[in-house]
């Protein structure tokens, strides 16, 4: 029986009364109630810090996968991959990344990031080496003494006798979520993706992504975000607000007819953007997420 991961994405700033780490607290809970797989923090110019966001989230869950987004010039990539390590040993390795590289040039400069054009993917790309590469790097002695083992030359970031030890190096790497549809940013994530997040209209550069991760060894599974509006019935989708403001409007089991036309597309990975999102993600863990455990999945 094919599964979907299912994930939501929380909020980082005030919705209308509710603000603060209370309203974060009781969206994640819903999720885990509801059995989601996970929840991801966005990179927002104006709203709270996502890693800090993150890590709250962590520690008022026990099985919820939360991913953090950010983009690859806010850190170096070593101090990101220890603050990450630390991060997956307090939560079980439930900490995940997904990298903004395709920020507005504005938010960028605004951030003190100029890096500009394709330049931005293969900075990302040694950010994510390298990450990986001090995280399995290990040290050794010599006779200069202790010394990390991982060594890296780039364009934008160099590191000499890298590497963490233990208890850095003991728990697993992050998973590495990434976006975007042009050719730079499947070839980012066929190099160095675990799952590559489409917006609806440009699912169909899945299959381009898949032949470009094979040639290279690799497979990335494939994922969807969609904003949504649910309900039971075309009664209560009538009466309530936001119905042309979303990807997709619909009754509970049009949601899911929808999802296993994904699946049969090979997704693996949905995430929801849903508003207000305490009583959204309650109906998605209440109402949509039984209806995906129907045996009709199965063979897909």
Known sequence: ???????????????????????????????ELGTLSGAVVPFDPDGLESWSVAAAALR???WLRV??????????PVYAAKVAASLQRFSGARFAWRLAVDLDPAVARAHGDFTVGDDRYLRAAEFLQIARGVWGGGKASGPG??????????????VLDGGFAAPLSLVPFPQVQLTGASPAALDLSARHGDVHIFAP?????????????????????????LSVLLREDAAELADAPFRDEVDFAGTY??????????AAQGVSTVVFDARPRIEETYRVGEHLRPLLENPVLEGV
């Open 60 to 62: 008022d869950t026990r």
């Open 145 to 158: 003494g202790v010394k990390g083992e991982f060594t890296f030359e780039g364009k934008f970031f160099d």
């Open 1 to 31: 029986m094919t599964t979907l991961d299912i994930q939501v994405l929380l909020p980082t700033r005030a919705e209308g009364v509710r603000h603060g780490f209370g309203h974060l607290r009781e969206v994640v809970r819903a999720a």
């Open 201 to 225: 209209p440009t699912l169909a550069a899945a299959a381009q992504l898949t032949e470009l991760a094979t040639a290279h060894g690799r497979t990335v599974q494939l994922g969807v975000q």
């Open 253 to 262: 089991a049009e949601a899911a007819d929808l999802l296993r036309a994904y």
């Open 67 to 76: 991913a953090a987004e950010f983009h690859p010039g806010v850190s170096t």
